[in-house]
């Protein structure tokens, strides 16, 4: 028997309450670190995907076709969308144990807090959200650096009016505080990036 367990199991002889209690402590101690972590890790990984996203919008604005900005934009959104599923991970394996149950669960209690309505349908919104993110990062990648600018407009522009809506709802409807200042602020540089993308796009197409 090695000299560490020999200890701890007469630890545990002597004083079998006190032994019960350390260890009790300690697995809390350990749970508690480890969800400081995981919250950590939740919460950055979303602001992280924002700001990339962000950033890529504003360099999208200012590219005005040059295929090296385009590609720096492509690696921007390709970041938050990495994000966002490392988002998604985080939250399932630290707060919901791998529940869709538990996070529809706390989808609708949120929902509830802030619209009076106990529903939890947000969470497929999400869902929808990271799917159809990586299926646009994947089809860039795939399509050629220069293949964005050529997608129908439509199409460009409802995606993007759904992820800066989302984004909103994220950083503005769902948040108090600093953090809602921080998501206003966010979401109007978004709405002027998208407006300029816009008129640089109208101004092409009249000349």
Do not use: E
């Amino acid at each position: 028997m090695q000299w560490s367990k020999w200890l701890t199991w007469k630890a545990g002889r002597r004083h079998p309450n006190r032994y019960h209690r350390d260890n009790s402590l300690h697995s809390f101690q350990c749970d508690d670190r480890k969800m400081n972590s995981g919250d950590i890790l939740t919460r950055s990984t979303v602001w992280i995907s924002i700001v990339a996203y962000a950033a890529g919008c504003v360099v999208f604005a200012i590219a005005r076709g040059r295929a090296d900005l385009d590609r720096w934009v492509r690696g921007a959104w390709t970041t938050g969308c990495a994000a966002l599923l490392a988002h998604f991970i985080s939250a399932f394996h630290f707060f919901h144990a791998w529940s869709h149950a538990s996070a529809y669960s706390d989808t609708a209690r949120q929902t509830a807090a802030v619209f009076g309505i106990n529903w939890g349908g947000g969470l497929f919104i999400n869902y929808a959200v990271a799917s159809l993110w990586l299926a646009d990062v994947t089809w860039w990648w795939f399509a050629g650096v220069n293949s964005y600018r050529r997608r129908p407009w439509l199409l460009t522009l409802l995606w993007h009016s759904f992820l800066i809506f989302i984004i909103f709802n994220a950083t503005v409807v769902f948040k108090d505080g600093p953090t809602r200042w921080i998501g206003l602020l966010l979401c109007l540089i978004l709405c002027l990036s998208w407006l300029a993308i816009s008129r640089a796009r109208s101004l092409s197409i009249a000349q």
